[in-house]
């Protein structure tokens, strides 16, 4: 098959997944075409990730973040244009809300009807915004839904926020791989380790972690570590807190094998690849009460939610007096992972949908026979 992914921003989570997904794969062409968020990554660093050779990458470079009336026309004309000459793919796979919204409504005038569309995180949940501007992202999902095409969240509590609001919906959980070195233990046990991975921006709630970190200044044993950076990082000040910059997957990996327990202070989340990271990796999880992360949570059993920072501080300094308890937790994380996170599982998921949405489009587009393009004639299209 022929799959054509439409994603902005290509960054972090969405990058991730992608990279995970292709890689499950093996019989599938993929056409990535993608924005650029400079402040978030390089597209050089994100492509070298990416090592199949199945994979080609079309730059969208219109694209913007923020609503702009004359940008996103452009946008949208550039991404019609880049449609039309791949409207023979199999299915169009739209990641992230900006890519949903144009995305659906240019199929539509193109008459594609194979379309996927994965939020990743519901824009009409984010809590930096007025209500109005909430309401708009609210009333943009529900109009760009009527174009067509299939969403599909990417975890079963974001479904239901979809399903509330009155947007059909289904959901694929994101997936990460878990290797047999899952569990690293390369500790400071002078230190009760606690880490969050990710950009500093107001989704994650850097203010609430900075809180609860300054909480806990006073005793010397509990560290803080935050890996990655952003626009909110000047909200980190309590001196507990290490900040270590952006790191390479592999330090990331080593940063959060040294850790104890796992925090998310996050207003709101898709299915979160760092936690699903952490979880393969055996960490004990304290996550905040929201969409997203409840799915990743057994409470008492690979770690706890919490809704209040006089909450959030109990839960680790009970995980502290209790390490054999958090430890096992961890382990537990490991065996959820495989069970319900597994990369291998996502994929296997998306490869039936991904054949379903291909069939019912193509036997409604054509009464007549439809001769199929084999992969041969797609891989020369892709090379002009």
């Known amino acids: 098959m ?3 992914h439409v994603v902005d921003p290509f960054a972090a989570g969405l990058a991730t997944f992608l990279k995970l997904l292709t890689e499950e794969m093996n019989d599938n062409y993929h056409i990535i075409v993608h924005g650029e968020r400079a402040e978030l990554a390089e597209l050089k660093d994100i492509k070298k990730i990416f090592h199949r050779k199945q994979i080609r990458f079309i730059y969208w470079k219109s694209v913007q973040r923020e609503i702009n009336l004359v940008k996103d026309t452009l946008a949208y004309i550039e991404l019609l244009y880049i449609l039309r000459r791949f409207r023979h793919a199999d299915v169009v796979h739209l990641h992230s809300s900006k890519a949903g919204f144009l995305g659906r409504i240019a199929c539509r005038q193109l008459k594609i009807k194979q379309v996927i569309y994965t939020p990743n995180g519901a824009p009409f949940l984010m809590n930096n915004e007025s209500n109005i501007k909430l309401n708009l992202y609210l009333k943009l999902e529900k109009l760009a839904s009527f174009f067509g095409g299939e969403v599909i969240c990417s975890s079963a509590s974001e479904q239901k926020e ?3 609001r009155g947007i059909k919906a289904g959901y694929i959980s994101n997936g990460t791989k878990i290797s047999k070195d899952s569990f690293i233990s390369n500790k400071d046990y002078s230190k009760f380790r606690i880490v969050t991975s990710g950009r500093v921006v107001d989704q994650k709630n850097p203010i609430f972690f900075n809180e609860i970190a300054l909480s806990l200044v006073n005793l010397k044993h509990f560290e803080f570590v935050w890996i990655g950076s952003g626009e909110d990082i000047s909200a980190l000040t309590s001196p507990n807190i290490h900040i270590t910059g952006w790191l390479s997957k592999e330090g990331v990996k080593k940063e959060i094998a040294k850790a104890d327990l796992y925090l998310s202070t996050s207003y709101f989340e898709g299915l979160p690849f760092a936690v ?3 979880m393969a990796l055996g960490k004990c999880l304290l996550l905040s009460n929201c969409t997203g992360n409840i799915d990743l949570v057994k409470k008492g059993i690979n770690g706890q939610i ?6 959030a501080i109990n839960y680790i300094v009970d995980f502290y007096l209790n390490k054999e308890i958090t430890e096992s937790m961890g382990l537990n ?7 319900y996170f597994n990369i291998k599982e996502t994929a296997s998921k998306y490869q039936e949908l991904y054949l379903d949405i291909s069939k019912l489009a193509y036997n409604s587009l054509n009464k007549v026979k439809y001769k199929k393009i084999n992969q041969a004639e797609k891989i020369v299209v892709l090379k002009h």
């Open 333 to 339: 994380s490991i065996e959820i992972c495989k069970d």
């Open 276 to 278: 699903m990271e952490a």
């Open 306 to 311: 919490f809704s209040t920072k006089e909450e």
């Open 162 to 164: 979809y399903l509330k």
């Open 2 to 4: 022929l799959i054509l």
